[in-house]
């Protein structure tokens, strides 16, 4: 059973950046494309997925201030996240395993409990 967890959020001033982590048990972290959502309440909202070979999705509303990326060696996912908005205000959720096709992700399910990420204004 594949287990993830969250890491990174908390209390930010807009303008600010964080970085979210997501560190996945087991051996097959390599081989499989990872995402990120975020739930805000009322909507899921899609942002960042990396292939196995490290290729990136974005979603229109992030590509320009959010930057996947993932350490094999580490198990672990990250979300570098700049220039926030109280708007991103939200539980930020990894995803492991699912599809990327030319630019879209579809999800599989395995999700960690998420972490809270506050943006203030």
């Known amino acids: 059973q594949v287990q993830l967890v969250e890491s990174g959020g908390g209390l930010v001033q807009a303008g600010k950046s964080l970085r979210l982590a997501c560190a996945v048990s087991g051996n097959t972290f390599s081989r499989v494309a990872m995402g990120w959502y975020r739930q805000a309440p009322g909507r899921r909202e899609f942002l960042a997925a990396i292939?196995?070979?490290?290729?990136?999705v974005y979603a229109d509303s992030v590509k320009d201030r959010f930057i996947i990326s993932r350490d094999n060696a580490k198990n672990t996912v990250y979300l570098r996240m700049n220039s926030l908005k109280p708007e991103d205000t939200a539980v930020y959720y990894c995803?492991?395993?699912?599809?990327?096709?030319?630019?879209?992700?579809?999800?599989?399910?395995?999700w960690g409990q998420g972490t809270q990420v506050t943006v203030s204004s």
């Open positions: 292939s196995s070979g490290g290729s990136t």
């Open positions: 995803n492991y395993g699912g599809t990327m096709i030319g630019t879209n992700y579809a999800s599989r399910g395995y």
